[in-house]
């Protein structure tokens, strides 16, 4: 009787202790929700077509960041990326479970830009500005999981349309 006793305390403590662990939140942070995988798309860099791939642990941290602080919730607060002889620190500021500033700083003069997000009613990010430009998001489409795989971004009087593909776990 007290070996069973015993063997479902453990089996408990096992249990708790697993639910207890910190769940990250860096698929909040790249604008999609759930049991992310991986996020890619197509962007231009430098001119060029690149597909860019952004890969999550199965507990949500994305793989590749650098130097990441994170608060009791896990939610990413702070980061470093140091590249050759710059450095450049970005602090996350969330409300309400959404990404709403990332200011970056770099070593270099420490110069800091701010980058601002909005949303509407419905949770969809309609707006990212960068000192005196924005970008206007509207149009989405989305997956049978609720992210977004597509939405229409508009700057400067040019309207593109962005297209993503999501793995989950």
Do not use: P
């Not at 708790?16 to 909040?28: I, K, L, T």
């Not at 860019?52 to 994305?62: A, H, L």
């Not at 969809?124 to 149009?139: G, L, P, R, V």
């Amino acid at each position: 009787m007290k070996i069973k006793t015993i063997l479902l305390l453990l089996a408990l403590c096992v249990t708790m202790g697993v639910s207890a662990q910190m769940r990250y939140h860096d698929a909040e942070l790249n604008d999609a929700k759930g049991k992310v995988k991986s996020i890619s798309t197509t962007a231009v860099v430098l001119g060029e077509s690149q597909l860019i791939t952004i890969e999550f642990t199965v507990d949500g941290k994305q793989k590749g960041v650098r130097d990441a602080e994170y608060d009791s919730n896990g939610y990413l607060i702070k980061s470093t990326n140091k590249n050759n002889e710059i450095t450049v620190t970005t602090k996350y500021i969330w409300e309400n479970g959404r990404l709403i500033e990332a200011v970056n700083t770099t070593s270099i003069n420490d110069i800091t830009m701010s980058i601002k997000l909005k949303y509407n009613n419905k949770g969809e990010q309609i707006e990212c500005a960068m000192d005196t430009f924005k970008y206007q998001y509207s149009d989405y489409k989305y997956d049978a999981k609720g992210n977004w795989i597509s939405r229409k971004r508009s700057f400067l009087g040019q309207q593109e349309t962005e297209t993503r593909t999501i793995e989950y776990y």
